[in-house]
DNA sequence: AAGATGTGATAGTAATACTATTATATTTGC
DNA sequence: GCAAATATAATAGTATTACTATCACATCTT
């Protein structure tokens, strides 16, 4: 992650937001310090008076930006899927291989973020973690039909579309492409809480990654090896 | 599910209730009621007040029983895998076959529950859909690791890790028999809750159910065809 | 210099998530 | 059958949350 995404900007639906946070540096302030209180002090307890007495500014002020801290969630979940998209067209747009291709998706969908890109006011770490913890909350809402129909989680869509087909082009005759696809995000997330919180639920250790769980479940379940 | 269960007593972790709510008519109330209501309004707009205005009694009773509502969701969801477990040993426990009770123990997991069993004042039915709806908000707090010191997980922990033997029984060499368990259970839901919310996220339709989905994804990972 | 826009400060409201106290039922033990 | 113990109901009260509204002030623009 380097200069070649210095200019990425990753595109939010705009009525998750009163006002564009990206465009002033108050806005900014509020999004960095926000993940940053999240993930200390978790999503629940995480209101915008205690973000503002954090950021020296006031309650009232960052109620122009995001009309509710939900809003503010699904903004912050949706750069993360977008960022992720990013890297994933990014990396697997030059293998042609399916299987190559496949095999690398599964490892940049999985992996731990260990270093913040530096490219934004955005910690990459903190956001990984954040998604892990509080993703399904910005969805498992009585509101998610209205939201889904709103477009809150398009990026997120998308991406499992980009996986769907990637699976396909490895094994067209797979009967559930999609399902597998929703099952790698969505448990790749899980299988790393579980390593935090519960280890005895997971095989998932220090020396075994999320990512080689996936990924060999994906290629046995495609019948198809990864080296050949 | 018939007389065989009218015995059955599910036992919950003591810590999780002031006042054992299987203890007395307004106790039995409460949990009735407790699940049409989360199912209803949805487990954030839920409180001991507008459970209380349901079943005519006041507030302040029911905090006789919880502490809050989260131990209350906690005691819910206890039952549920309580209950799960229940079947699971009694549909699984004369089978010789390691496949066939493999087989078995995935449908247990992951059928939707259709019928109410009538043998208590708990409508399995609506508990089945506020498990998918709010399981994952029990657990993805802060407090976790303080409430899965206090046992609040075991049952839940228990019935991953039968499920995992269950997976070793077929292929002693398999290197993830549990997180292959958790993600039997957990992708369980999620699926469920893709087809309701999200269809394009999911290949499971009124055809296509999670237990298909996931036995394949069991079985081929496994290396092992169902009739062999 | 005037006008528009952004931010801060203060105040206020309804609801939530409780706790405490007291009164009134109901159960149980003798 | 009555007293004592226990369960439930009613009421009140508190701190916090999740906002909305208003106004003052600063800054940026033209």
Chains 1, 2 share one sequence.
């Not at 937001?17 to 540096?25: A, I, N, R, V």
């Not at 979940?77 to 998209?85: C, D, H």
């Not at 509101?143 to 809150?152: Q, S």
Request: net charge negative.
């Amino acid at each position: 992650m380097d200069k070649l995404l210095q200019g990425v900007q990753i595109r939010i639906n705009e009525k998750l937001y009163m006002k564009d946070p990206e465009s002033s540096g108050l806005g900014k302030k509020i999004i960095e310090f926000s993940i940053q209180l999240i993930n200390d002090i978790g999503f629940e307890s995480f209101t915008f008076k205690k973000l503002g007495v954090q950021i020296g500014s006031n309650e009232s002020s960052i109620y122009r930006y995001f009309e509710n801290k939900h809003k503010l969630l699904l903004y912050l979940t949706s750069w993360y899927w977008g960022w992720m998209e990013y890297q994933l067209v990014f990396a697997t747009n030059n293998i042609k291989n399916p299987k190559e291709k496949l095999l690398k998706a599964i490892f940049i969908m999985t992996k731990t973020t260990k270093e913040d890109s530096d490219f934004s006011h955005i910690n990459e770490i903190l956001l990984n973690n954040i998604v892990i913890n509080e993703y399904s909350k910005s969805y498992l809402t009585k509101e998610v039909d209205a939201e889904n129909k709103e477009g809150f989680y398009a990026i997120y869509k998308r991406l499992v579309g980009r996986l769907a087909e990637m699976i396909t082009d490895v094994d067209a005759t797979y009967e559930y492409p999609t399902s597998l696809a929703s099952t790698i995000l969505e448990n790749g997330l899980h299988q790393h809480y579980l390593k935090e919180h519960f280890p005895s639920l997971t095989d998932c250790t220090n020396k075994i990654t999320p990512t080689q769980y996936l990924t060999h479940l994906v290629f046995n379940t495609l019948n198809s090896n990864i080296d050949e």
